[in-house]
């Protein structure tokens, strides 16, 4: 299909408005995945709706997702809280074990100036600053597999500004099952994403976890009865 730029995205933007998530509120599954370097499985990851909550010093509710990976070499715990009408993070709270090093980071988030406050328990803060609101990167995952490819206009991080682009991305086998494929990737180079054509599953990310150079692949599709029972 060659690449595209996501301009029908914009397009419905403008037509009807920004896109509202909060009617998905409870609908993701739990995904599961494993961890892949190169082509050895090493660890396992799952991403996690765990529904509405109030934080101390804020005025709303947030939707609360938690991301877990786990490999020999890293343990990480990403509890993110975000806007539920935008998917904009507003806080993120993560446990990180990595090399047998022990951090809690927490990042506070100002959507309305681009900036984020990162703080790391005993070794001070900085305030990182993006091009407009900043982005979490399984938030945008998300956004795919609730609006679809087209919900993903540009990536901002306060690593830079990332256009989004999309092209046929073929079929995958996966434990779950063979899906066509959308590619979704960044220009620069920082994230790649397949999202199946029927359901909108994020069955193969790259680029998700910054500090080794990890794949998920999807394992398991845990439905919320599945997961309670």
Do not use: C
């Amino acid at each position: 299909m060659g690449l595209r730029l996501l301009a029908l995205g914009w397009i419905l933007a403008l037509m009807w408005g920004t896109v509202s998530f909060a009617d998905r509120i409870g609908a993701l599954p739990r995904l599961v995945y494993d961890v892949k370097l190169g082509m050895f499985r090493i660890g396992k990851a799952w991403i996690e709706d765990l529904g509405m909550t109030t934080l101390e010093g804020e005025d709303r509710p947030l939707w609360h997702i938690r991301v877990r990976v786990i490999t020999p070499q890293l343990r990480d715990t990403e509890d993110i809280f975000a806007d539920p009408q935008t998917l904009v993070p507003i806080r993120v709270r993560r446990q990180v074990r990595y090399m047998g090093r022990d951090e809690r980071i927490e990042e506070i988030y100002y959507p309305e100036k681009g900036q984020v406050r990162v703080i790391k328990e005993g070794d001070g803060e900085q305030v990182l600053k993006g091009k407009g609101p900043l982005d979490n990167v399984f938030l945008v995952i998300l956004k795919s597999f609730f609006r679809g490819v087209d919900a993903i206009k540009e990536v901002n991080l306060p690593t830079g500004s990332y256009e989004v682009m999309v092209r046929d991305g073929g079929k995958m086998s996966t434990h779950v099952g063979v899906f066509d494929t959308w590619e979704v990737f960044t220009r620069p180079a920082k994230i790649r994403l397949w999202v199946s054509r029927d359901k909108r599953l994020p069955v193969r990310v790259a680029g998700a976890i910054p500090i080794l150079p990890y794949t998920l692949v999807i394992r398991k599709i845990e439905y919320p009865q599945e997961v309670n029972s």
